[in-house]
């Protein structure tokens, strides 16, 4: 299962592009981390444009998400889904809860800060 990066562009808008870990091998290894959090996000709760708080890794446990960029598009994401989060400044992305059941995610906190490392 390829890993969704989302990142801000040389525009300053959020874009998103799929890694595989096979072609990407800086995904295999380890990478230091400052801790973990669960969340639950009730069905339809949806979150206007906002950057990532730090470098993150989303994974989806449960439910749907979605993200919406800047150009209109919208990706969904299911259970098992890992986001790599580096949108750190620009116009950012929204989120929306798009199952009818509660989303939970878990989300590790990056110690490197720095996109695209």
Known sequence: MPITRLYTGSDGQSHIEELDPATHPTLTELEAATGISFSVAEPGRMSDWHNAPRRQYVITVSGEGEIGLGDGSVHKFGPGHVSLVEDLTGQGHTTRVS?????????????NQTPGS
Do not use: H
């Not at 199952?99 to 110690?111: G, K």
């Open 99 to 111: 199952s009818d059941v509660p989303r939970v995610t878990a989300t590790v906190r990056l110690e």
